[in-house]
């Protein structure tokens, strides 16, 4: 138990990084160190791309819900009821018969 007791206390003091084998020590702790900072930049690239992504969600469903207002609206301006209204103004009334297809032949002789 006090060897355990006394490993503690040497972790905790830090002798491990003091001793003749500190060398493997110190390049592990560089190595695990750099791992976390790959870790916390990635885990922030990642929150950035998140916050864009739902920003750009709401974008789309906002012009969607423009495009399909526009829509709607471009429709009842095509409406033959709507037409007739606005042209009515102008002295134009729609045919009476429908026309006829002229059709053009050529005879090559």
Do not use: C, Q
């Amino acid at each position: 138990m006090t060897k355990l007791k006394g490993g503690i206390y040497d972790v905790l003091r830090g002798g491990f990084l003091t001793d003749d084998s500190a060398f493997k020590n110190w390049r592990m702790l560089i190595f695990v160190v750099a791992l976390l900072l790959v870790m916390i930049s990635s885990a922030h690239s990642v929150d950035a791309k998140v916050m864009k992504l739902g920003e750009l969600n709401k974008e789309k469903r906002r012009l969607r819900a423009e495009y399909v207002d526009t829509s709607t609206i471009l429709m009842r301006m095509k409406l033959e009821s709507s037409i007739r209204k606005k042209v009515k103004g102008k002295g134009l009334n729609p045919l009476e018969k429908p026309p006829k297809k002229i059709k053009v032949t050529i005879n090559k002789d």
